[in-house]
C-alpha cells in the first residue's frame, strides 16, 4: 500500500479514535496503540518499521515545543523542585536500578550497556496522564507536575543515554558524567533561551499572523540543532525556547498571530501525539521478528519487561511516596497559611496527590525510539528493544486504564468547576478596573493623537461591564435550563443572527453584485465573531 494511503487511513483512524475515546472513558493513546498491535498481528501486513532518527530528531522537537508553549513558566518555576526531583533525580535512580537488575538476567551485557537500556525506559510520558488527569480534573498543580517532567526527563534519559553508551567504547568515571551532564542542561538552557529571544523578538516585527505562526516552525529545530552540534541536549534546549516563547508571546506578539499560533500547533500536537502511539503498536511484529532465531526467546524478553517494569512502578512510589508523607504530617501539625490570590486549582496534593503522581508513570514512544538507538554491535539488541517496548505498552495500558480508579480511589481534592468559574471573574473584574483606570483619565488620547468622544468612551465602559457582569453570570450554581442566565440567552440570540447573517451572504456572493475580496472579508467578520461566541460558552462573555 503506497505510503499517503497509509497516512491518510492514518489520519481517519486518530480522528476516529478521538471522538470514540471520551464515550469509552478511556485515553485515547490506549486504543491507538491497541489498534496498531491489532493491525501488526493480521497476516499478510508488512512489518513497520520507523528509524530511531526520525522520531528523536523530527517528531520529539515539535511535540516537545508544542508542550512547552502551553505549560505556563511561572507553574515550572513553582514547581521547579518537584520537576527537578522526578525528571532527573528520579530518572537516574531508575536507570541505575533496573539496569542492574537487567546487569544480572543478561550474562553477556556489560554494566553500561544494561543501564544504557535502564535510561531508555526511565522517562514517562505524559499524554496520556495528562488527557486522562484533565478530564476528570485532577488538581491544576499536580498536573503541571506531571507536565514538567515528561518535558525534562526526556533530556536526562537521552544524557544518560549517550553517556552510557560511550562507555561501552571506553572506562568512563563518574564525575565525567556529571560533568557531562552539567554541561548538557546548562548549555542547552543557554542555546535555548537565546534561540526563544531571538525568534521572539523576530516574530514581534512580523504583523501577519502567517508569517509568524511559519517561523514558529523553525524554533524547535533551531533550538535543537545547535544544542545536539555542540554536545548538549537538543532536548532541553527545545524546551527552554518553547518556555519562553509561551512566556513573552502574549506581550510581544500580536493577537491574531497568538490565535493563529495557538490553533496550528494544538492541531499539529494532536496529529503527532496520536501518530506517535499508533506507530507504536505497529512496530510490534517487527521487533517480534528481530528477535526470532536468536539466543534469547520472545517470551524471555518478555517476561524480563514486566520484571523491569514492576521495578520502575516501586521505584516511582518509593521515591516519590516518603517525601509525600514527611511533607503532609509536617503540613497537619503546622497548616500554611492561604496564599493571597491563589489559584482555583493550586491546592495541596497531600497523601493523595503522592498515590496519582506515583501511579502516573507510562512510558511511551521516546522509550521505543531511543531504545531502537542502540549501538548495532550491543549484546542482545533486539530483545532490549523488545524490552522497551514491553515496558511501554504494559505501563500505558495497565497504568493508563486503570489511572481514573486510582484517582477517583485516592479522593483526591480536584480543581471544581464552579471554583474556577469564580476565579475567571474575578480575573475579569480586575481587567476592567484596570481598563477603567485608563478610560478616566483626563489626559486620556487615542494612537494617532485624537481626543475620543465622550459617547465612545461610555460605550466602551459599558461593553467591559457587560462582559464583567457575564462573567459572574456563570458562576450561578442553579441555572434554569428553560430560561437560561442572559448571557447565555444574548450567545445563542446572537449566534443565530450571525447564522441568518451568512445565508444573506452566501445569497449576495451567488447574485455577483459584490467583488470577491469584499465577500472574504465578510466571511472572516463573521467567523471571528462566530468562533468568539462558540469558545466563550461555559466562560461568559
Known sequence: MRNEIVAIIGVIVIVGVSLLAPKLRIAAPIILVLIGVGISIIPGVQPVHVPSALILTVVLPPLLYASAINLPLIDFRRNIGSITGLSVALVFVSAFGTGLLLFSLFP?????????????????????????????????RLSAVIEGESLVNDASALVLL????????????????????????????VVGALVGAVTILVRSKLSDPVLTTAVSFAVPFLAYVPAE??????????????????????????APSRISERLTWRTLQFLLENAVFLIMGLQLKDLVEQVV???????????????????????????????????????????????PGAMAGDVPTGVAGGVVLSWSGMRGVVT?????????????????????????????????????????????????AADEKVEF????????????????????????????????????????????????????????????????????????VIRVERETLLDERDRGEFSSHTLTRAHEMLDLEESRLVQSEGLGG
Not at 313 to 322: A, T
Not at 393 to 413: D, H, N, R
Open 293 to 339: 532465531d536468536k539466543h534469547l526467546s520472545v517470551e524471555q524478553a518478555i517476561y524480563f519487561g514486566l520484571l523491569a517494569t514492576g521495578l520502575l512502578i516501586i521505584v516511582r512510589f518509593v521515591f516519590v511516596m516518603p517525601p509525600t508523607l514527611i511533607s503532609a504530617w509536617r503540613r497537619k501539625r503546622h497548616p500554611p497559611p492561604t496564599r
Open 368 to 416: 521505543l525510539a531511543a531504545a531502537q538507538s542502540l549501538p548495532e554491535d550491543t549484546p542482545y539488541r533486539p530483545q532490549l528493544i523488545l524490552i522497551a517496548f514491553t515496558v511501554a505498552i504494559v505501563t500505558l495500558i495497565v497504568q493508563g486504564s486503570t489511572l481514573p480508579f486510582v484517582i477517583k480511589l485516592s479522593g483526591i481534592q480536584r480543581a471544581r
Open 229 to 254: 552540534s555542540v554536545g548538549a541536549s537538543g532536548v532541553l534546549s527545545v524546551v527552554a525556547a518553547g518556555l519562553m516563547t509561551g512566556h513573552f508571546g502574549a506581550k510581544y506578539f500580536t
Open 162 to 189: 549517550r553517556s552510557a553508551v560511550a562507555a561501552t567504547a571506553g572506562a568512563v568515571s563518574l564525575w565525567q558524567v556529571a560533568g557531562s551532564f552539567v554541561y548538557s542542561v546548562v548549555v542547552a538552557a
Open 425 to 496: 471573574a474575578s480575573l475579569v473584574d480586575r481587567l476592567q478596573e484596570a481598563g477603567r483606570g485608563l478610560l478616566e483619565n483626563p489626559e486620556l488620547v487615542l494612537p494617532g493623537g485624537a481626543v475620543p468622544d465622550l459617547g465612545v468612551v461610555e460605550r466602551v465602559k459599558r461593553d467591559a461591564k457587560l462582559r464583567s457582569q457575564s462573567a459572574w453570570e456563570v458562576t450561578s450554581l442553579a441555572e434554569d435550563e428553560t430560561n437560561p442566565a442572559p448571557h447565555e440567552q444574548y450567545r445563542e440570540l446572537r449566534l443565530e
Open 108 to 140: 553477556e551485557l556489560s554494566l553500561a550497556s544494561a543501564i544504557a537500556l535502564g535510561a531508555v525506559i526511565s522517562p514517562t510520558d505524559a499524554v496520556a496522564a495528562t488527557s486522562i488527569g484533565k478530564r476528570l480534573g485532577l488538581p491544576h
